[in-house]
């Protein structure tokens, strides 16, 4: 699959989502960019936004299986990963695949788990396999986490992501409510339908989606804007409101992201364009403000505004 091409079956995927979605376009462009650059997607959101309609809806119109878990405080790890079952016949224990074993899954309200079984996610969504008895058993490919976490949610009965949990996932956005339009939008559709919930239809096959996948290591990157990557991750790192900046592997996933991101808008290269539209969504989530920084209500969104404000861009051309 050549560049070209990837940008037309982004376009493709993206409107057929829309046709069950009401979404800001560049949220969905976001979440797609998590897919292709093989990532995972963190939503935090207010119920009733669309978060499980717009997961179920990009799996299907990628061809990939699709599995929902919900996260309550009683959840255990063995109830994702799945476990041994003795089978009478064979008087063998075998083992019995958890919902985990799905290309997309969708993690409904993330922090309602105890911390042991949000750890449950960490191999799974790090190395594509699950451990269970000292074997190893590999997850379909390819493998796509989108968790959901609920803002308005009261800090009684629920857990935060560790730091560690957080940087495992390529990204971090918002659907968001959508405009007084979109509204009325959702409105109508709901008219001129039987079924309460839409729904899409399927416009790749799993072999297609993993073929996409290989796209974005073929979209060149200046050394110029290389350096620009640097030097905006490093700042993080020096800014007063900052406890903890942004690592070594999150620059590297800054890096990935905007190839993934170019390569949606049917480019071979990346712009710094590129690189300030993904900065927020790929950044934010990773910084730990000091205690100030959040008594002053400072927001680590404003902590990768103002470094993309100093940082000079660089002036790129590719021949």
Not at 154 to 163: R, V
Not at 221 to 247: A, C, N, Q
Not at 255 to 281: C, H, I, N, W
Request: with cysteine; hydrophobic share 35%; net charge negative.
């Amino acid at each position: 699959m050549d560049v070209t091409e990837a940008g037309d079956r982004a376009t493709a995927v993206l409107n057929e989502v829309s046709n069950a979605v009401v979404v800001d376009e560049e949220v969905l462009r976001m979440i797609l960019t998590g897919v292709v650059s093989r990532g995972h997607v963190l939503l935090e959101d207010v119920p009733g936004t669309g978060k499980t309609l717009t997961a179920r809806s990009f799996a299907t119109t990628l061809g990939l299986s699709f599995n929902r878990i919900q996260f309550t405080p009683d959840l255990l790890p063995t109830d994702i990963t799945g476990t041994y079952v003795f089978n009478e016949k064979t008087r063998e224990f075998e083992f019995s695949s958890g919902p985990i074993f799905a290309n997309v899954i969708l993690a409904d309200e993330i922090n309602r788990a105890s911390p042991k079984t949000q750890a449950a996610l960490l191999e799974a969504m790090e190395e594509g396999q699950v451990t269970m008895e000292g074997e190893t058993h590999d997850l379909p490919e390819p493998f796509f986490v989108i968790a959901t976490q609920n803002p308005v949610e009261s800090g009684e009965g629920t857990f935060p992501l560790p730091e560690a949990q957080k940087d495992r996932f390529l990204v971090k956005t918002s659907l968001g409510y959508p405009p007084k339009s979109g509204e009325r939008e959702l409105l109508d559709r709901r008219d001129a339908r039987d079924d309460q919930t839409p729904s899409a239809e399927q416009v790749l096959t799993t072999a297609a989606v993993r073929e996409w996948q290989q796209v974005p290591e073929r979209i060149t990157v200046h050394d110029d804007l290389k350096d620009y990557i640097v030097e905006v991750v490093r700042e993080t790192r020096m800014d007063p409101r900052v406890e903890v900046g942004i690592s070594p592997r999150g620059c590297q996933r800054l890096f990935e992201v905007a190839r993934g991101y170019a390569s949606l808008q049917g480019r071979t290269y990346v712009t710094p364009d590129d690189v300030k539209a993904v900065a927020d969504p790929v950044l934010a989530h990773r910084i730990v403000l000091t205690p100030d920084a959040t008594i002053d209500q400072t927001t680590s969104s404003d902590v990768v505004d103002d470094v993309l404000d100093e940082v000079p861009v660089p002036s790129v051309g590719y021949e």
